[in-house]
């Protein structure tokens, strides 16, 4: 072979090598489903730590100040949706999966008119939209982008519904919602942030009132998804430093998957010293300063109470 053939080939190669881990999260979503059977819903008995069981599928937690977790814990992620409740209107954030119709144990929990804010597009806190629900979104120009003929429905690798084979809601929106607005519910307020990282349309939710921040999959107790697509580890160290600065450390954050470490069916929550321990490895991984094991996700340990996985290389800034 002629050198400049080489040449071409070991470039081509190269260029086919960078695209594969370009996409490596693309592919890692669109094999998923032929590569594992969808995980049904589990079978086995609920034993919930604290709280009660609504019916045989859903957990009611009371967290005191008008909030209440509702989980689902035999749905496979163990999702937690979080209903803040005012005096003159209530507040859902997150629809939870779908598995199961959620609005009979909001329902049950008030009477006022709910709102539905999604933490994030994907389809573990959306699926369970119904399109006559209230839904509040983040007034992003990528959700924007999402609304077409008045009805808002997330991308396909926003929404990520390959992995239950769910097809994506299609909902309009009643109000949008700007980064760092307070959102008024009759007697109280409460705070949208911006948390980008996780994903791009990630947002974080302060009750100043409970003296707590609902963090959605910002952070939250097990394994941190930081390679699927649309995910930054660059962005997502920037959102934990920026809410480092921002609350103070007794501020306790309600998260959206379960379980805490050695403790079962709860709802999830975690520190402000977890969020500074998840900074510092953020910051560690960034620098090629932390071991990791696995190829895809490469998963680093962040505490005894989480793992975060990320891609091989960030394409992050
Ligand atoms: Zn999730």
């Excluded at 053939?5 to 999260?25: D, E, N, Q, Y």
């Excluded at 689902?72 to 997150?94: C, H, W």
């Excluded at 939209?129 to 209230?134: A, T």
């Excluded at 769910?166 to 307020?189: C, F, M, N, Q, Y």
Aim: charged share 20%; net charge neutral.
């Amino acid at each position: 072979m002629k050198r400049g053939t080489v040449l071409i080939s070991l470039a081509a190669l190269v260029a086919t090598g960078v695209a594969a881990l370009g996409f490596a999260p693309y592919l890692y979503v669109e094999s998923w489903p032929y590569l594992n059977t969808p995980a049904a819903m589990s079978d086995a008995p609920v034993r919930l730590v604290k709280g009660r069981m609504f019916d045989d599928y859903f957990a009611i937690q009371d967290l005191g100040d008008g909030a209440h977790a509702i989980g689902e814990p035999r749905y496979y992620q163990a999702n937690y949706s979080y209903l803040i409740v005012g005096e003159k209107r209530a507040l859902l954030f997150d629809a939870g999966s779908g598995t199961r119709d959620i609005r009979p144990v909001v329902k049950s929990l008030t009477n006022l008119p709910v709102t539905i804010l999604p933490s994030h597009l994907h389809y573990d806190h959306f699926a369970g939209l119904h399109p006559s629900d209230r839904l509040a979104l983040v007034d992003l120009a990528s959700t924007r982008a999402d609304v077409v003929g008045g009805r808002f429905s997330p991308g396909r690798y926003e929404f990520l519904g390959m992995f239950d084979e769910l097809t994506r809601p299609s909902v309009p929106v009643a109000e949008w919602i700007k980064p760092g607005a307070t959102i008024d519910l009759g007697g109280r307020t409460l705070r949208l942030l911006s948390t980008p990282g996780h994903t791009p349309q990630s947002v974080s939710l302060h009750d100043p009132q409970g003296r707590r921040l609902f963090t959605g999959d910002f952070i939250y107790p097990t394994m941190l998804y930081a390679f699927l697509p649309g995910a930054d580890l660059g962005v997502y160290r920037r959102t934990a430093d920026r809410l480092l600065l921002d609350f103070p450390p007794d501020t306790r954050l309600w998260a959206a998957h379960c379980c805490r470490r050695n403790e079962g069916y709860a709802a999830p929550w975690l520190g402000m010293n977890d969020l500074a321990d998840l900074h510092r490895a953020l910051q560690e991984i960034e620098a090629g300063e932390r071991a990791s094991t696995g190829f895809f996700p490469r998963r680093y340990h962040v505490n005894d109470q989480m793992d975060i996985g990320t891609p091989l290389f960030s394409l992050g800034h």
